[in-house]
């Protein structure tokens, strides 16, 4: 496998800045633009309006841009029949006539703005605000930054209240009833799955968080990675000139106190931006988990157990961001990022079991009290660069990243149990876990237009993911303690994977399409130190993709969507070492496991450009799945591990509904039903399981006299089912409001969460000879007031914003 370091990478890096200094051949070719200039009533130019341009078919946008010092703007796209509109805080929304541009470009007649009524009046205007559900093509976006419900919550609070999003007891995240998702942050994957990827976005205060995107069918330029699709999350960023920042403030009461706070520092001129950012979290909650097993042997009665559990946890985190932009010309941009989330999470667990035989009569009850202390510091270096092949907006891209990133996972377990029926010496079980997860990257993005209204998106990859394990478990049993060689031990987990792919993208006058490829080319070892466990696999696979649009007329248009994909086991779900939850359950990863391959298909139909219907099916071979089953130790323990199933077909109808039900009330509205069949467990056999479900969200924002804004969110669903796992009812409802202060220097935020207490969690997992149903509740139901204030100048930058390369790269992806 290639083995690369740190220096390497940035070598690499430093490579493509200079080959970026080299202009192409068609460096001074551009296309065709309209261009024009915007003003007051007055006359007087308007500075930094938002000028977009939308196609006349359907008002999709092709592309938006700032105006300059004299209110003009300049915007290039291929020949064709277009809108222009313009935003601006203080205006009213204007759109152009539609008109064709041809070859030989077009200035429109100036663009006059009327000053918006409400704002003489110190009302809320409601056309200058974005709403917080945007549905596009292929994607949702939530734009968290400005929600009355974002304060003092956590990112994984915000995504349990998003459209199709679910999340398990176990934080598993599931999308349209389906798992196995690619997480973003900022454009970089976060290669952590269930409660180690949970514990991470509880560490990350939605305060940070500027947007989520869902993504059902991502394009080529997007890791293959993710069999049900993609969740990219993107936090803040300053646009304004000058030097500007932020102080906040949160303090939020459920049975336990959770505080975050913070602040943000920018400072921005022409070629010459530096940043920062910082959050301190420090959340106590519970966790009260209630548990059931029957023990059947095939032929006859069992044995079973019953568990109460209650734990306290106490999180404390601390999360970073700092980084600088420089334009070296007003074509190439490079900049480097730092960023970390340094958390630490204590809980202790008060665990009684009793046990009974066969006949139902009691064998014997012991109490546990379980102590964790977990310390996960986290870092990511970034670089990047892009550069335009010529002055015009429509010319050629280059962007390049180079990535760093190292995950740390220090635990020290304490299991102490004492024996009440019979009686018996105590015991303690004592373990320290020791992990290092190391991420190294590489990319390149390069874009074009192509005559015919075409455009060609290229790029490649390389990625190397490596990870060190090594824990050590110590027994100790009438005061001798002794090391538990049978549990104990190290493992190490490297995976390589290297990525090219082609995007062609065309746009007519009434059908848009879209077909891409990527190729991955895998390779993975993992090994134990004892080597008990020992794999290595090579693989290389391709993955097309392929979406076109088409507007039937002004009221209706149709979309299809089709792509492959593919979900590779993390290093934790092959780390075959134990992480111990308590006295008789612990957690442990499958070396065996297969990745798992996912063929996708969706049609969407859109009425009036703003409501959709979706009609989807997926099918997944060796889909991964959660398994709980008696471990190989006996004496009633379980060992909770993923295995693959045969096939996971999924089937989903998704509506969607955003509303104006009064000038200052709308209502996004999102339903799924679906149908998910699993089949064949890891020895094959009969079905699994299958069961329809469904889910709704539902979020009223309302815009209100005197600065105050309000938010009332509900989200609800049925029972569904996850391969051996079925889950039963389950919804919140959140409602906030917030109020503007000193010219809207300052806001003030209330939000009650979860005010009902519907999110405990009910779940039963059943097999041929055994069964486990948990009853879980956590510290949910919470209010919480929070303060932001925000100095500098008010002033938002004009054309050049900061563009990472892997920021650019979902920008693009979004057809923007």
Not at 119 to 133: G, N
């Amino acid at each position: 496998m290639p083995n690369f370091s740190p220096t390497r990478l940035y070598f690499i890096f430093i490579c493509c800045i200079a080959l970026a200094g080299r202009p192409l051949a068609s460096a001074g070719q551009s296309g065709p633009a309209v261009s024009g200039t915007v003003a007051d009533s007055a006359g007087v130019p308007v500075e930094f309006a938002t000028v977009t341009l939308h196609r006349a078919t359907d008002s999709v946008v092709v592309k938006a841009e700032f105006t300059g010092a004299q209110g003009t703007f300049r915007l290039a796209a291929a020949g064709g029949r277009y809108r222009v509109s313009v935003a601006q805080v203080g205006f009213r929304h204007r759109w152009s006539p539609v008109f064709e541009l041809t070859a030989a470009g077009l200035t429109l007649a100036p663009l006059v703005l009327a000053h918006s009524a409400s704002t003489a009046l110190k009302e809320v205007s409601v056309t200058a605000a974005r709403p917080l559900y945007e549905h596009l093509a292929d994607r949702t976006v939530l734009h968290v930054e400005n929600s009355p419900l974002a304060a003092g919550a956590t990112t994984l609070d915000l995504l349990g209240r998003a459209p199709g999003v679910t999340v398990d007891a176990g934080d598993n995240l599931g999308l349209r009833g389906r798992q196995g998702l690619l997480v973003l942050l900022d454009g970089k994957r976060l290669a952590l799955t269930g409660t180690e990827l949970g514990d991470l976005l509880r560490a990350l205060p939605a305060e940070q968080v500027s947007t989520i995107e869902l993504i059902t069918n991502p394009p080529a330029s997007y890791d293959a990675q993710g069999a049900a699709g993609v969740i990219a999350i993107t936090l803040k960023k300053d646009q304004r000139l000058g030097t500007n920042g932020s102080l906040n403030a949160a303090y939020g009461r459920g049975e336990y106190g959770k505080f975050t706070g913070g602040g943000a520092l920018n400072y921005r001129q022409k070629k010459f931006n530096a940043f920062g950012n910082y959050a301190y979290t420090d959340r106590r909650g519970f966790t009260r988990v209630d548990i059931e097993r029957q023990f059947a042997p095939a032929g006859g009665p069992g044995s079973s157990s019953m568990q109460a559990n209650d734990l306290v946890n106490h999180l404390q985190s601390h999360a970073y961001k700092a980084g600088v932009d420089y334009n070296f010309s007003a074509r190439t941009l490079v900049g480097v990022a730092a960023s970390g989330l340094a958390n630490q999470l204590r809980s202790t667990n008060q665990n009684q079991t009793s046990q009974y035989d066969d006949a139902g009569a009691l064998a014997s009850r012991y109490h546990s009290v379980i102590t964790q202390d977990v310390h996960r510091p986290n870092a990511t270096l970034n670089a990047n660069l892009r550069h335009t092949f010529a002055d015009s907006a429509g010319a050629a891209t280059l962007s390049a990243d180079a990535d760093y990133a190292r995950y740390d996972t220090r635990r020290l377990t304490g299991l102490a149990t004492a024996y009440d029926q019979p009686s018996g010496a105590p015991g303690l079980l004592a373990g320290n876990q020791q992990s290092t997860l190391y991420i190294e990257s590489v990319k390149a993005d390069y874009t074009r237009p192509l005559p015919h209204r075409v455009r060609l998106e290229a790029g490649a990859k390389t990625t190397r993911v490596r990870s060190d394990n090594d824990v050590a478990f110590d027994r100790t049993q009438n005061g001798v303690t002794a090391r538990d060689l049978a549990i104990s031990g190290a493992f190490r987990y490297d995976e390589n994977v290297n990525a090219a792919y082609g995007i062609l993208r065309r746009a007519g006058a009434r059908t848009a399409l879209q077909a891409g490829l990527r190729a991955e080319q895998t390779n993975t070892l993992g090994r134990s130190a004892n080597g008990a466990d020992r794999f290595e696999r090579h693989y290389f696979q391709l993955f097309p993709s392929i979406s076109v649009e088409h507007t039937l007329s002004e009221q209706h248009a149709l979309s299809l969507a089709l792509g492959r994909r593919i979900e590779r086991p993390n290093y934790s779900q092959v780390n075959p070492l134990r992480v111990y939850i308590d006295p008789t359950s612990y957690g442990a990863g499958n070396p065996t496991l297969l990745p798992a391959t996912s063929y996708n298909a969706e049609l969407t139909h859109t009425f009036r450009q703003k409501f959709s219907t979706s009609l989807s099916y997926s099918r997944t071979d060796r889909p991964i799945v959660i398994q709980v089953q008696p471990a190989p130790d006996g004496n009633l323990l379980v060992v909770s591990r993923n295995v693959n199933l045969a096939v996971q077909h999924n089937y989903a109808l998704t509506f969607t509904a955003p509303l104006t039900l009064a000038p200052w009330w709308t209502f996004y509205g999102n339903a799924v039903l679906y149908y998910a069949r699993f089949v064949g467990g890891p020895a094959g056999g009969p079905p699994v399981n299958r069961r329809p479900a469904f889910t709704f969200t539902g979020s009223n924002t309302f815009a209100l006299p005197g600065g105050w804004a309000g938010e009332l969110n509900a989200n609800f669903e049925t029972g569904e089912t996850f391969g051996y796992e079925r889950l039963k009812y389950r919804g919140q409802v959140t409602a906030g409001v917030q109020k503007s202060l000193w010219a809207k220097q300052a806001t003030l935020r209330l939000t009650v969460a979860d005010i009902f207490y519907t999110t405990p969690v009910r779940s039963t997992q059943t097999y041929a000879n055994f069964s486990e149903t948990f009853f879980q509740r956590q510290d949910m139901r919470v209010a919480t007031l929070a303060f932001t204030y925000r100095f500098g100048r008010t002033t938002v930058a004009g054309a050049r914003k900061r563009a990472a390369g892997a920021e650019d790269e979902l920008r693009r992806a979004a057809g923007q």
